[in-house]
């Protein structure tokens, strides 16, 4: 607590990771690249699943277990669909004391053992649609490594579903996309341009990639999640076949989907300032914590029954009772690790019927009647949810801008923020200004009217614009 | 379905396996020894979690979560206290398409890391107690595995605590028994005999093992969980120290406990008969189905509108209205799948006012009133779990034996069962009796009373009998 979180303004990267460390979220482990993510992080993480889970699983989806391992031979066949995982990958070599006659390569995802499983699984139109998920670590070998937003093993969900017909997977890829969007904007405060990936930078082996991209305070951009539409291509590679209703065989159509503890930095990245973490209240193990003042056991009898019969049934809160730290201390740490709100009382506010309320969004304070707390409570708890939202829609707002012409691309993407320009469609195109400037189209946002334009590289035609952003 | 339940009379590991298949609880990965936990058998293992880790926050714990490898040479350095891992290793060597500086082993238990990273975290009694589990997937490389029992990579949670004296560690290890206990007894239904391991059978890095000894339907006897007390031992390895109240460096004292998938393989072994899985109530993620007996649309409209103002708000159903099942099919799939009752109704039914429910437990069928259905349904759902631990209890108690020589003792042993038997406490007895009959002290009961006896090997006396056993 005697530390001091760097200034954004000073150096975001320091204050990012300041943040993490200091707020207890994470930590480095003792292999590059790895993390180690404390109970204040895994708290999130946690709320996370429980809020997409649900949804998951109101929809129809069921949760399942594949194994850690694959063999190396699998991930070769799906080589021309998933490139690039090869350079990326850890490798088991030796096991119970022997060299395996077979490396195992540690999952970067599972898809190839889970279609390797669903060509035993699958043989009726009565066996589809799968509608399956699994909750999971993953390891991809990065070569630079920041805590949550890109670390050698992270924790995510990944769903992959078959089912009997193109339109149904169309469409679930959609709706998983959506439970997406509500989960990020409406429990993690966080607004999101949805729409598709160019085919550049889709998922090598999905027809559609659909994401969620949000922008971070620097003025970078990230992706949140992704949902494919991978039509054929994995029930051909590994030979999926179903008898439909007409007793004909058809390969299923599939789709997959994920998010990762990524988004723990992107919430960072939203909400937080100097002071430290900010967590929405919906997203928040406990959205309040107590913070009595007291001095001799008498106030100290009275302020616990005051504690013990407050109204606050499904409200959780934490009564930070240590004797051994001052209020100011108390006050300090729980701004640093985000909690929304703070509830101070001490014998004079009782005698008064009041305790004081402190906002960790805008920092104001106010007193409070006791007789109307648990309301008073309940709405600001409310408003803070809204106000993160709404600023963080401000931020993407400012910094979203129209432009029209390569010269004012490049200018305008060094201050950071969305770019919206139009884009002829051409593969080409898009790599050379990705090489040129590092900013690459993020999305092709679904509500994109169209409006007549032109390429902001080649000057061919165009009728909508396109987002562009450097990224994480 | 077609396909019939190997009798447990013919051959027990058959039938096993093919519960566990055909129940679709798992299957075979393409990796020797992994499985793929299937969604029956996952959503068993998600109810596990939820009532475990409800009990572990109520009592303070929180979930956090730690890297998957571990550095070879933290191993190493454990090796003293922890042996006999190294040959169980699965290692990287190779990541990002070369070759490691120092191998990565895959966690097969936690503690090293953990205690890598604690010595960074205390620093002074105000940092302790730390409370701290985790939900992980781990790699031991067993050479014969079986499903849920024995498999290469397993689910499990390993909780590791720090605490500042003796006195607190003994009692958290002694807890979160309890809470082991409760869960297995009260949500699983199984019986457990709850003790102390001897100091041959214990963990090698603790002070004191306690564990919690099940016995199969086989006449084997299999380890529930274990809760350990560790004393200084890691903290002594990995040099963590605190400073206590009186301003002194101390090690702080430790407990590590945990339970894996392998209790879906005790709830197979323990409930299950020759028509498949049997699940208690409260561990089933739908305690209830559903299957409608209709012909024509009048008779479909009138059950589906039946079945959607059913009062049962709080009891999770599962309603079966596939249209391409006969409702016979449709008995004999929740039967082997263990849905533990069955609701049947028809329009003959629905005209006397009245529906079936089928007891899984005891393959029961009565007709039951709808003006009363919820309360019939809730408490013959009581009745089924009692019903189910009673059973268990009586078979437990059917094949625990009192033995007080060793040619009882060797008799005895070949019906299967716990043998109630006096031993010397002498850790020599101990290994030859195991040697020469393939039994081990399974453990030291707490609710063991006194008694003047004689060792069964050696014949020197003993004050109280160990439960020995062979076992999985």
């Known amino acids: 607590m005697a530390q001091k979180i760097c200034p954004r303004d000073k ?279 107590i913070v009595p003042i007291w001095r001799g056991e008498e106030e100290k009898k009275a302020i616990k029954e005051f504690v013990t019969n407050l109204p606050f049934d499904g409200i959780a809160f934490h009564f930070d009772d240590r004797e051994e730290e001052k209020p100011g201390y108390k006050f300090n740490e729980w701004e640093l690790k985000g909690i929304p709100l703070r509830l101070e009382v001490g014998p004079r506010d009782l005698a008064k019927g009041e305790v004081v309320l402190a906002r960790r969004d805008t920092g104001e304070k106010c007193a409070t009647s006791i007789a109307t707390l648990r309301q008073t409570v309940e709405k600001m708890l409310d408003d803070i949810q809204t106000n993160l939202f709404r600023r963080a829609q401000e931020r993407v707002k400012k910094n979203s801008h129209f432009v029209d012409t390569y010269t004012a691309f490049q200018e305008k993407l060094e201050e950071g923020g969305f770019l919206y320009a139009h884009w002829c469609g051409n593969g080409s195109c898009e790599q050379k200004i990705s090489e040129e400037t590092k900013a690459s189209i993020r999305v092709l946002p679904f509500d994109a009217h169209e409006e007549a334009g032109a390429c902001i590289y080649c000057k061919e035609p165009s009728s909508r614009r396109a987002v562009f952003a450097r990224a994480y």
Chains 1, 2 share one sequence.
């Open 11 to 289: 150096d975001y990267g320091r204050w990012y990771t300041d943040i993490v460390q200091m707020a207890e979220l994470a930590d480095y482990s003792p292999v590059r690249g790895c993390m180690v993510i404390r109970p204040n992080g895994y708290s999130i993480w946690e709320k996370i699943q429980q809020e997409l889970d649900k949804r998951l699983k109101a929809t129809g989806h069921k949760n399942l277990y594949f194994p850690l391992f694959v063999p190396e031979s699998f991930l070769k066949k799906e080589a021309e669909h998933v490139e690039g995982f090869a350079p990326e990958c850890a490798v088991v070599t030796h096991a119970g004391g022997k060299q395996l006659e077979e490396p195992l390569v540690i999952r970067p995802t599972s898809e190839t053992v889970i279609w390797h499983m669903y060509k035993q699984w699958i043989h009726s139109w009565r066996d589809l649609p799968l509608l399956y998920n699994q909750w999971a670590n993953v390891v991809r070998w990065e070569m630079r490594t920041r805590l949550f937003l890109r670390t050698t093993e992270f924790l995510w969900q990944e769903g992959h579903t078959a089912h009997a017909n193109e339109e149904e997977a169309r469409k679930e890829a959609l709706l998983v996309h959506q439970l997406y969007k509500k989960l990020i904007e409406e429990v993690m405060a966080i607004p999101v341009v949805c729409g598709k990936k160019t085919q550049q930078e889709k998922f090598p082996g999905a027809v559609d990639t659909y994401t969620l991209e949000g922008l971070m305070q620097e003025g970078k951009a990230l992706q949140m999640g992704t949902s494919h539409y991978l039509g054929q291509t994995f029930s051909k590679a590994f030979e999926v076949t179903f008898q439909n209703k007409e007793g004909e065989l058809e390969f299923p159509y599939a789709t997959s989907w994920g998010v990762t503890t990524r988004l723990i930095g992107a919430l960072i990245m939203t909400h937080s300032d100097d002071q430290g973490l900010i967590i929405p209240p919906k997203l928040a193990e406990t959205p309040l914590v």
